[in-house]
């Protein structure tokens, strides 16, 4: 079975300051999708980034980047230069390449930048 | 904003009645899945349809059912609502089944009392 973890439960930030996010990811499948979204107090889960397991090439879009290393099965995110609009709940999430696509989400880490 | 639609956007319910949300999916996608999102926690996987017939189940009680219509559209039934159903319940569309995205609603928040 497959478990998405992420560590940190709430993490406080001054604006502008550099913040990262870690998801820590299990399964034995070797052909997997690993996403990111967001979750702000609205409800809705915005979708930031997809990954496939064979592409460990690290993206850099604006001010957000991810850092996918298959040799410990993390995706981390990280936020540079802060903003108060990126406080939310942001969630790490698993998919695999096999029967249907549900995703299995971590539970979540709450990011509250501050002005 | 994905193009993905739910109503009613909160509900008040009372245990042991029914309940039916809905759910519209973005254009050109065919697949939709619900979640059930509890206070504090990550989404849930309940059931997934794929042209009109359920194509995979989590871990809920068979008064968890659904239906898909041939625009695409879905419906989420529960029946004898139990305090713990309260939650928010997600719908996301994709264009497929594997290797696809899955774009989110804004979600139908339920409360059962």
């Known amino acids: 079975a497959q478990k998405v973890t992420q560590a940190q439960t709430e993490i406080s930030v001054v604006e502008k300051e550099d913040v990262t996010l870690d998801c820590v990811y299990e399964?034995?499948?070797?052909?997997?999708?690993l996403f990111w979204y967001k979750q702000p107090p609205s409800g809705e889960l915005v979708f930031l980034i997809r990954?496939?397991?064979?592409?460990?090439q690290n993206e850099i879009s604006g001010r957000y980047s991810w850092n996918f290393q298959k040799s410990t099965s993390s995706f981390n995110f990280t936020i540079t230069a802060s903003q108060v609009v990126d406080s939310a709940v942001y969630f790490c999430a698993l998919s695999l390449n096999s029967g249907y696509s549900t995703l299995t989400f971590g539970k979540g880490t709450m990011l509250l930048v501050s002005p | 904003e994905t193009g993905v639609t739910q109503s009613p956007t909160h509900l008040i319910k009372t245990r042991g009645q029914q309940v039916t949300l809905r759910c519209s999916s973005q254009?050109?996608?065919?697949?939709v899945s619900w979640y059930q999102q509890a206070l504090g926690q990550g989404p849930q996987f309940i059931f997934q349809y794929y042209r009109e017939e359920e194509n995979g189940r989590g871990n809920f009680p068979p008064r968890f059912s659904g239906l898909q219509f041939p625009n695409y559209s879905s419906e989420l039934n529960v029946n004898a609502l139990e305090l713990d159903d309260s939650a928010l319940y997600l719908c996301?569309?994709?264009?497929?089944?594997?290797?696809?995205?899955?774009?989110f609603g804004p979600g139908t928040r339920l409360l059962v009392l």
């Open positions: 996301a569309s994709s264009r497929g089944l594997l290797q696809e995205t899955q774009y």
């Open positions: 990954r496939n397991s064979f592409d460990e």
């Open positions: 254009s050109g996608h065919n697949t």
């Open positions: 399964t034995r499948d070797t052909t997997y999708y």
